[in-house]
C-alpha cells in the first residue's frame, strides 16, 4: 500500500482568500460540504467560501499547486461523489443579480451563487422570464452549463442557447470573459459541458417578454393511471411548439406540503405550460382534460414568473436516488413497458417517474453551436426516489429493472443535468465521440493540471 499523500499546509490559501477557507472539524466546514442530496456523504480536503473571482482563481492555482483535484458547488444539485481530498470551492457568495430591460426582452447577469428563483422574482415585474428548469432552486449557473432542458424547451430551446457571456476560471488558472467572438471554442464548450472546462463565477443571458403562461398540471386517480397515460401518449405528437409537456406517475406521502387529494395513494400528473393565448392553450389540452375525471385541476393563467409551480419539485435537503435514459418514441407498448415496471400494479419504489416530451425548437440546431448533444431525442425517461440509505440501493436496483423495460425504445446517451453522479462512463455518455473528443482536447488545453478530474471528460 502507497503511503498517504501528506495534507497540504492551507494557511497560505487561507491568507489569500477575500473570503473563508473551513477544514474538517471547523465551524462551517460540513453545512457548505453538505450537498443537496444529503445521501451523500462528502468529504473534502477543505471547502474555500469564494467571495469574489479572484477567491475561486486562488483556490484553482493552490489545488493545481498542491496535486488536489477542484469541485463546486453553490446549492449542491449537481454533487454526487464523496470529494475526497479535493478542493470544494463553495460559490454560493457571489450572488449578483441585475435584470435590464430592453426592446422585445431584457438580459440577466448572475453571479454564480444566484438561484433561478432570484431571476424569476427579480423578473416579475418587468414581466420577463428566462428559461429556468423545472425546479428553480438550483443555480443558474449549473443548470446553464449542462445545456438546460425546462419546461418551455419546446418552445424556446435550451437556456444555453440565451447566454450572451461567461465569467470563468479555467484550469489552468486565469479568470476569463468568454463569449462567441472573444474565446469561440471556451464558449462553445461552456454551453454543455458541464464544468468540464472551468469554473463559472458569472453569466449573462437574454430574458425574453413573457409576462404570463398558461400552465400547471393535472391530476388524476390512481385507476386511471392507464388511461391517461395511453390519452398522454397519443395527444403529444398533436401538439405545437407552443405547449411543452410530461407526464409523472408519483406516490407522495402524506407530509406538509402534499396536497391531501394526492397524499398517500398512486397518482398520475401531466404537466403542462402554452406560452401563448389562454384560450387557445385550453384548446389544446382539452383531449387531456376529457381523458378520465380529473382530480385536481392545477392548470390555468398565471404569471411567467411562478413557472416552478407546474412541477412544484421540492426544495428541501433530503437523500435520493435518480435515473434517467432518452427514449426514440412513447407509444403504445412503452406506455404498457411502462406500466409493467412502475405503474399502480408493479410495487414500484419510486417516489416519481417521469416522462418528458422534447423536440420542437430544441431539436432544432441553434444559431450559435454548442457542446449538448442529443437534443433531437424526443422523449426522456426520469425517476427519483426517497428514502433512508440503506433502502436507496434497492430503489436503484428497480430503476434499473425500469431502464432495462424501456431499452427496446432506448435513444442512447444521456444529458447532463440529468445524469449526476454518475462518474466519467456517465458523463461520457451525455455525448457523441466528437463532441466528447472536442471537450477532451479543450480540457487538454485550458486544464493542464487536470484539477477538474472528478467525474468529467476522460482521466489522462
Known sequence: MEPASPRPDF????????GTLHEPGEPLYAQLATPWNVAVTTSPAAVVGATTPQDVVEAVNFAAANGLAVAVQATGHGIASNLDGALLIHTGALNECVISESEGG???????????????????????????????????AGYTSGGGIGPMARTFGAASDMVRSFDVVTGDGALRHVTAATEPELFWGLRGGKGSLGIITGLEFDLL??????????????????SVLHAWAQWCPTLPHAATTSVALMQLPPMPGVPEPLAGRFTIAVRYVYAGNA????????????????????VGLMPASMIGLVHSDPEDPMPATEGSALLTDFNTATVDALLEAAGPDAASSQLLVEIRQFGGVLAQDPDEPSALCHRDAPFGLYTVGVGAPPDLAGIQAHSAVLRENMSPWAYGGTLPNFSAGSGQ??????????????????ARQFDPGNVFRLGQVPAR
Do not use: H, Q
Open 425 to 442: 462512463a456517465g458523463f461520457a455518455a451525455n455525448y457523441t465521440a466528437p463532441v466528447l473528443e472536442r471537450l477532451t482536447a479543450l
Open 106 to 140: 431584457g438580459t440577466a447577469r448572475t453571479g454564480a451563487g444566484i438561484t433561478w428563483k432570484t431571476v424569476l422574482g427579480d423578473c416579475a415585474a418587468p414581466g420577463l422570464v428566462g428559461l429556468c428548469g423545472s425546479a428553480p432552486g438550483v443555480s443558474v
Open 279 to 298: 384560450d387557445d392553450g385550453a384548446t389544446w389540452l382539452a383531449p387531456i382534460r376529457s381523458a378520465a375525471p380529473v382530480l385536481m385541476d392545477a
Open 209 to 226: 417578454a413573457l409576462p404570463m403562461i398558461y400552465a400547471g398540471a393535472l391530476f388524476f386517480d390512481t385507476a386511471d393511471v392507464p
Open 11 to 18: 494557511s497560505r490559501l487561507r491568507s489569500a482568500l477575500s
